[in-house]
C-alpha cells in the first residue's frame, strides 16, 4: 500500500533535484548578462555626463536589438533537446549547428543594416547634442560584436537543449571578469575613452562566443557531425524561431507601452515606475531561470515519446512557479524598505512607487505561473500558439493602458492594467497546457 506514494515521492524528489541542477547555473548566467551593461556604466560614469548618457542610449539600443533575437536560444534548446531525449545526439548536435549558423548570418545582416545608421538611431531615441557623439561612437564599434552577441544566445540554447546549464555559466562569468579587466584598460590604462569601453566588451563578447564554438566543435567532432552549413537545416531553424519573434516582439510592445503611458503621467511617476520595471525585471530572471529548466527538460521528454512524463514534470515546474511567486513577492515587501531608499531619495517618487510594488508583490504568483508555462510550451517547440497568445494580450493590454492617464489614473493604475496583462497571458497558456495539444512527442515536431 505503501509504494505507490513512495514511488511517487522518489519521482518529484528527482525532478525537484533535475529542475534546481538546471535552474540554477540558469539564473546565474541570465544575472551575468545584464551586469556587462551595468559595469560599463560605472566605468564610463567617471567621464563624465555626456559619456554616461550616450551609454545610456546606445546600450538601450544594442539591448533591443539582442532581446529581439533571444528566440535563437529559446528555439535551439527546445529542438535539440527533443534530440537529446529521441537518443539522436549527433542530430541534437547537427540542429544547435544549424542555429549557431543561422545566428552568425542574422548578425553580419543586423550590423551591416545598423552600422550606417548608428547616427539617426541615436538621434531618433532623443540624444543632446553632447551625448550623441558618445553615443554614436560606442554603438558603432558595439555593432561590429553583434555576430558574436548572437552567436552566444544560439549556442547557450544548444548546451540547455544538451541539458548543460554549467557552461553558459562559466563562460558568462568568465566573460564579465574579461569585459571588465578590459574596460579599465581601454578607458583609462588606453586612454581610449567610451570607445574603449565599447571594444572592451566587444572583445569580450567574441571571446565568449568563441569558448562556446569550442565545446559545440568538440562535441560534433567527437560523434562525427558536419560543421558545414546545411541550407534546409537553418531554413528549419529560422522558421522554427519566427513566431518566437512575433511572441518576443510583442512583449516588448507591452513594455514599451506602458513606459510611453507612465511617461505620460508625469516625471514622478516615470521615474517611480523605471524603478518598479528594474525589479519586475530582477524578479524575472529568477522565474525564467526556471522557465530554462523546463524547455530543456520538457523537450527531452517529449522527445523520449514519454508524454506522461511531460505532463507530470510540467504539474510539478507549475507548483515551482506559484511557490517561486509567492517567495519572491514576499521577499519585495519585506526588503522594499531598505532598497527603496538606494533607489530614489525623493518623497514624491517614493509615494507613487510604493502602491505599485505592492501590485508587483501580489502579481508575483501570477508571473510565476506564467512564466513556467511559457517555458513549458517553448520546450513542446509550440511557438505558433506563443506568438497568437501573445498577440491577444497585446490587443487586451493596449487599450486599457492607454486609458488609463484618459480616465485619470496613476502609476498603480497602470500596474493593475500590467497585472491584467499578465492574468490574460496566464489564461491562454493555461487554457492550452490544458488541452493537452502542446503534447507532440518524436523527435520532431
Given at each position: ?77 527546445a ?6 531525449g ?33 547616427p ?18 560606442y ?41 571588465g ?38 562535441g ?40 510611453a503611458?507612465?511617461a ?11 524603478i ?11 522565474l ?16 523520449a ?11 510539478r ?12 513577492g514576499?521577499?519585495?515587501?519585506l ?42 510550451l ?45 492574468t ?17 512527442t518524436?523527435?520532431?515536431?
Amino acid at each position: 500500500m505503501t509504494q505507490a506514494p513512495t514511488t511517487a515521492k522518489a519521482a518529484l524528489r528527482r525532478h525537484d533535484r533535475e529542475i534546481l541542477s538546471l535552474a540554477l547555473p540558469a539564473f546565474g548566467a541570465l544575472v551575468a548578462e545584464p551586469l556587462f551593461l551595468m559595469v560599463d556604466s560605472a566605468i564610463v560614469g567617471h567621464l563624465g555626463t555626456p559619456q554616461l548618457a550616450g551609454l545610456a542610449i546606445a546600450g538601450t539600443l544594442l539591448s533591443t536589438a539582442v532581446s529581439v533575437f533571444v528566440f535563437l536560444a529559446y528555439a535551439t534548446t527546445a529542438a535539440v533537446a527533443r534530440r537529446v531525449g529521441a537518443g539522436d545526439l549527433p542530430a541534437a548536435l547537427r540542429q544547435g549547428i544549424d542555429g549557431i549558423w543561422l545566428a552568425l548570418l542574422l548578425g553580419i545582416a543586423v550590423a551591416a543594416v545598423t552600422l550606417p545608421a548608428a547616427p539617426w538611431l541615436v538621434e531618433a531615441l532623443g540624444a543632446s547634442d553632447t551625448a550623441a557623439p558618445h553615443a554614436t561612437t560606442y554603438l558603432r564599434i558595439s555593432l561590429l560584436g553583434i555576430p558574436a552577441m548572437l552567436i552566444v544566445l544560439a549556442a547557450t540554447g544548444v548546451l540547455r537543449g544538451l541539458q548543460d546549464t554549467r557552461t553558459p555559466l562559466y563562460v558568462a562569468i568568465g566573460g564579465f571578469a574579461a569585459n571588465g579587466a578590459l574596460n579599465l584598460g581601454l578607458v583609462y590604462g588606453a586612454g581610449l575613452g567610451v570607445a574603449g569601453s565599447a571594444w572592451g566588451t566587444v572583445i569580450a563578447q567574441c571571446g565568449m562566443a568563441a569558448a562556446y564554438l569550442v565545446v559545440v566543435v568538440r562535441g560534433s567532432r567527437r560523434h562525427g557531425v558536419p560543421l558545414r552549413p546545411d541550407a534546409s537545416g537553418i531554413r528549419a531553424s529560422a522558421q522554427a524561431g519566427a513566431p518566437l519573434l512575433v511572441r518576443t516582439l510583442s512583449l516588448r510592445a507591452v513594455l514599451l507601452l506602458a513606459t510611453a503611458v507612465a511617461a505620460r503621467l508625469g516625471d514622478t511617476e516615470v521615474a517611480a515606475h523605471q524603478i518598479v520595471i528594474s525589479l519586475w525585471n530582477l524578479m524575472a530572471f529568477a522565474l525564467d531561470a526556471i522557465a530554462i529548466a523546463g524547455q530543456a527538460i520538457i523537450g527531452r521528454y517529449l522527445g523520449a515519446d514519454d508524454a506522461e512524463g511531460a505532463r507530470r514534470v510540467c504539474r510539478r515546474m507549475i507548483q515551482w512557479g506559484v511557490v517561486s511567486g509567492v517567495v519572491l513577492g514576499l521577499l519585495l515587501v519585506l526588503t522594499s524598505p531598505l532598497f527603496v531608499p538606494l533607489f530614489t531619495g525623493d518623497p514624491a517618487v517614493r509615494s507613487t512607487l510604493l502602491p505599485a510594488l505592492l501590485i508587483v508583490a501580489l502579481s508575483q504568483p501570477i508571473s510565476g505561473v506564467v512564466f513556467i508555462l511559457d517555458g513549458v510550451l517553448m520546450g513542446a517547440g509550440d511557438g505558433p500558439y506563443l506568438a497568437r497568445a501573445m498577440l491577444i494580450t497585446l490587443a487586451v493590454f493596449a487599450p486599457v493602458a492607454l486609458l488609463v492617464p484618459v480616465l485619470g489614473g496613476g502609476l498603480a493604475a497602470l500596474w493593475w492594467a500590467m497585472t491584467l496583462m499578465m492574468t490574460v497571458r496566464m489564461a491562454t497558456l493555461w487554457f492550452r497546457m490544458r488541452s493537452g495539444r502542446w503534447i507532440v512527442t518524436g523527435a520532431t515536431r
